[in-house]
């Protein structure tokens, strides 16, 4: 097959004069080369330079990612730190840790505590309730020994917003958690001894391992993890235990009265002595005598 002369394929064969030099004519494909050579560096440049832009943009971003991130905890240190001081001035210019529960001091220590909750992140929170406790404004270790009442605390945190707070191994007994929002928080492995959680919101919230004995009275439990908790002797009357999972946890003498277990995880559960009226079980029927 011989291809034509223009595409400049092939074997061409040019007729001289002895002494001469030919220059051949250039065709298409010689201008076309011409053409692609410089299109192809320019498209290699502006890829590169767009590569350049790409992850000069991805690093302006992850640092402002971080910058904002940085600003957010140091704003969340800030917070903290201005509750402690004004706890600290209440409890030395007030008295507040020899004051009486619902007195000024404890009243302003409680309006203090349940502000600065709302505004704070779950690690802050869980500081704020550990603060609390270390000094004596729970309760004290007399009262915890003998399961005194709630309302005893100086500072009450009923109502109080803790979403998210991290809890873990946290030692609260006796505290006064009554309609506290705890949705989603991690009270993993912690000794919640006569803690009154009355009302309270425990939505998702993790309770694996936990010691807790305590007023569950009305609680939303709803998709909360108490694998192997501790609720020996609990009251969970009209709780809303749907879908949680209660596996290996100690239910034993626990007053199950009209609580809601729609769809919870029983397996391996201690329900002896465990009171069961009007109990809703886990594939829907409601009970007198056990699930």
Known sequence: MKWPDWTGVGERTYKQSAGEVVQPSKTAWDWLQLLIVPAVLAGAVTIYNQAQTDQANNRQAEQAAQNLKQAAVANQDTIFQSYLSQMSSLMVSKKLLTSKPNTAASKVGRVLTVGFLSAMDGARKGDVVQFLFHAHLLGNAKEYATGRAPGSALIS??????????????????????????????????????????????????????????????????????????????????????????????????????ATLTGATLTGANLRGAIFKQTTCPNGQVTNTHC
């Open 157 to 258: 945190l009923g109502s109080a917003d803790l979403r998210g707070a991290n809890l873990i191994a946290a030692h609260i007994p006796g505290a006064n958690l009554t309609g506290a929002d705890l949705t989603d928080a991690d009270l993993t492995g912690a000794y919640l001894l006569n803690t009154d959680f009355n009302g309270a919101i425990l939505e998702r919230a993790n309770l694996s391992h936990a010691i807790v004995g305590a007023n569950l009275k009305g609680a939303n439990l709803i998709g909360a993890n108490l694998t192997g908790a501790s609720l020996t002797s609990s009251n969970l009357s009209n709780a809303d235990l749907n879908g949680a999972n209660l596996q290996g946890a100690y239910l034993n003498n626990a007053n199950l009265t009209g």
